[in-house]
């Protein structure tokens, strides 16, 4: 048996690797039916937020929240959070979860209504990584 590491796998292997693991889970537990989601928020041509994520096996996955500078504390991420758990919950999601380091980002969070269920300290140095979730 041979091993290899790399900080430059082939595309290919890692879409191996993705279709292996798909195929045990959806034998395992059944299928994801996973499903990508996205909300932007623009000015013109401008994006000034967005969200991006996917839902499977009845949970909406938040992956990249972000508000441009210039539309912080105008409540978007508040409406992008909103409008991801609606699509969500048209495709009969029961839960959300997402993950934040930066302290601002987590009280919105919790406004929003998400409780932290984990949390791992000095990742990044200095800040805690929370992990939050939300019932549908």
């Not at 409008?83 to 969500?88: D, G, N």
């Not at 919790?110 to 409780?115: A, I, K, P, S, V």
Request: aromatic share 12%; glycine share 10%.
């Amino acid at each position: 048996m041979d091993i290899e590491v790399t900080d430059t796998p082939q595309a290919e292997v890692l879409a191996a690797l993705g279709a292996e693991l798909t195929a045990f889970n959806a034998q395992d537990v059944g299928p994801s039916g996973r499903q990508a989601v996205a909300v932007f928020m623009r000015e013109g041509e401008t994006l000034l937020a967005g969200l991006n994520g996917y839902t499977a096996w009845g949970w909406l996955y938040v992956q990249w929240l972000w508000v441009a500078q210039s539309a912080r504390g105008q409540g978007c991420a508040a409406t992008l959070l909103e409008r991801a758990e609606a699509e969500a919950k048209a495709r009969g999601c029961h839960g959300a979860y997402i993950d934040t380091f930066n302290p601002v980002a987590l009280k919105v969070y919790e406004r929003q209504g998400y409780t932290v269920f984990g949390a791992l300290p000095e990742f990044p140095q200095g800040r805690t990584r929370s992990f939050l979730q939300k019932a549908l």
